[in-house]
Structures are given as structure tokens and as C-alpha cells.
T-cell receptor
């Protein structure tokens, strides 16, 4: 158990809909990272937050947004969903802003868009 | 583009045989390198990392990796694998900005008896 909690574990929805994925980092970790894992693209970095502030952006679509709340949990919002958004979405946390240390990954939220 | 390339998508091997999973990184990423393992229906967990110092890095579960700067490689090895090593293995490098890990596409290690 990494200590990172993601909900929901599975989510099935239709095209055009909006969903919210939630992540609770390990106790004391200030950084949260979101990754998308798909068969064709592999693991793609989406976005990083540190202590409530956005720190880095990767290949995140404009239809996607994220935030980190004062209690340090984070939410990833996916809107106007398309079939191609079906993937496993991972949240990871680390104690500080840099990623030179270990990232602790949750078990992921599997999104299926029909 | 910043990239990490895992040269084999699948590696089948028999139990107790040695294994090498190959990883090359581009010169545009940093030389902070990592190997993660993903067991079925689980998140990724760190096997080992290279930040500096000795080029031979030892990790958990008997795995080790060697950093080779001239060949821009960071291959993962284990002298004798077990059935329980069956998993997906990811090589990763820190991006130049130091803000996120760039992952390879993964290598599926299948160990059979």
C-alpha cells in the first residue's frame, strides 16, 4: 500500500460527459502528479501541483483541468469526454516539488468512455 | 523531444534464468533515472534509482541497473528471476525542468516455469 488513495477505481461514462477523479496523497506529501496510461501512448505526464499551486504541465488537454485543495487532496476534471480518453489515470505524490525522489503511485482510476 | 525508450515490449523468460530489460534515454532528459514495476491491478512502485555516484545501482527484489553515460543506457538486470517477478517494468527519467518523470512505454516480463 503506497498510501495514495484514488477514487473511483472504475468509472464508465458516455461521450460528451464530465467526470471528476479524486486523489489523496500520502500523509505529509505536498506534491501531486497526474498521469494518463493508455495502451498506445503509455504513461503520459499530465500535470503537477505543489502545496496548492500548479507547478508543471505536461500533455494535458484543454478539456482537462486539475486542482489541489488546502487539505492537499487533488481532483482531475475531464470534460467533453471522447472515446480516446478511455485510460487508466494515476495519481502520484512526493514530499517536495522536485521529482528526484520516489514518486508514490495510487492504484489508478480506470475510465471507460462508451 | 525528451524521451525514454524501452527496447523490448515483451520479454519471456524461464524461472531462475537471468534477465536484462533494456532502456535508453535521450540526451535531452536529465540523468536522474528510475525503474518502476507495476504488478497487475496495482500502481507503480520504485525498484531503484540513479541520481549520481556509482554507476551500478542495486534495488529491491534483487534487481540492479547500470548507468552508462556514453551509451545513454540504463539497463535493468536480475541474475535469477522468479515467477513473482512477472510484471510490467517502466524506465523513467526526470525531465530537464526537474518537475516530472518521463516514462518509457514499458516492458512486460513474463516468467514461466
Amino acid at each position: 500500500d503506497s498510501g495514495v488513495t484514488q477514487t473511483p477505481k472504475h468509472l464508465i461514462t458516455a461521450t460528451g460527459q464530465r467526470v471528476t477523479l479524486r486523489c489523496s496523497p500520502r500523509s505529509g506529501d505536498l506534491s501531486v502528479y497526474w498521469y494518463q496510461q493508455s495502451l498506445d501512448q503509455g504513461l503520459q505526464f499530465l500535470i503537477q501541483y505543489y502545496n496548492g499551486e500548479e507547478r508543471a504541465k505536461g500533455n494535458i488537454l484543454e478539456r482537462f483541468s486539475a486542482q489541489q485543495f488546502p487539505d492537499l487532496h487533488s481532483e482531475l476534471n475531464l470534460s467533453s469526454l471522447e472515446l480516446g480518453d478511455s485510460a487508466l489515470y494515476f495519481c502520484a505524490s512526493s514530499p517536495r516539488t522536485g521529482a528526484t525522489g520516489e514518486l508514490f503511485f495510487g492504484e489508478g482510476s480506470r475510465l471507460t468512455v462508451l | 523531444a525528451q524521451s525514454v525508450t524501452q527496447l523490448d515490449s515483451q520479454v519471456p523468460v524461464f524461472e531462475e534464468a537471468p534477465v536484462e530489460l533494456r532502456c535508453n534515454y535521450s540526451s535531452s532528459v536529465s540523468v536522474y533515472l528510475f525503474w518502476y514495476v507495476q504488478y497487475p491491478n496495482q500502481g507503480l512502485q520504485l525498484l531503484l534509482k540513479y541520481l549520481s555516484g556509482s554507476t551500478l545501482v542495486k534495488g529491491i527484489n534483487g534487481f540492479e541497473a547500470e548507468f552508462n553515460k556514453s551509451q545513454t543506457s540504463f539497463h535493468l538486470r536480475k541474475p535469477s528471476v522468479h515467477i513473482s517477478d512477472t510484471a510490467e517494468y517502466f524506465c523513467a527519467a526526470l525531465n530537464q525542468a526537474g518537475t516530472a518523470l518521463i516514462f518509457g512505454k514499458g516492458t512486460t516480463l513474463s516468467v514461466s516455469s
